[in-house]
Nanobody, 127 residues
């Protein structure tokens, strides 16, 4: 499974960006998809996730109400629409894919529970 992330860039505070992550090499519909971000010198932190069937979405408190995760099956792509951006959203953003069953309901918040990762895409929000 290969994940290709794109869409990062420079935006002013209050602005919007949309990240994309395209999946190839396996059946897109089999995978839950997630977005994480990483600050310099820090661990990756959970941002958002969506179930394989798209029936539910999950968000970190810091982005709830501002970010929206969605998936487009025909395009094998997951999106992260980021609105009302803040300087603290500045980070390297990664997409991830996961198909295994998990024994606890909040598994998606842990980066070590995700198997496949794309390369990071940098998001910079200027104040």
């Amino acid at each position: 499974v290969q994940l290709q992330a794109s869409g990062g860039g420079l935006v002013q505070a209050g602005g919007s960006l949309r990240l994309s992550c395209t999946v190839s090499g396996h059946t897109f519909g089999a995978y839950a998809m997630g977005w994480f971000r990483q600050y310099p010198g820090k661990e990756r932190e959970f941002v958002a996730a969506i179930r394989a069937d798209g029936s539910r979405t999950y968000y970190a408190d810091s982005v709830k109400g501002r970010f929206t995760i969605s998936r487009h099956s025909a395009q094998n792509t997951v999106y992260l629409q980021m609105n009302s951006q803040k300087p603290e959203d500045t980070a390297l953003y990664y997409c991830a894919a996961e198909a295994r069953l998990h024994s606890f309901t909040t598994w998606y918040q842990r980066s070590d529970e995700w198997i496949y990762w794309g390369q990071g895409t940098q998001v910079t929000v200027s104040s």
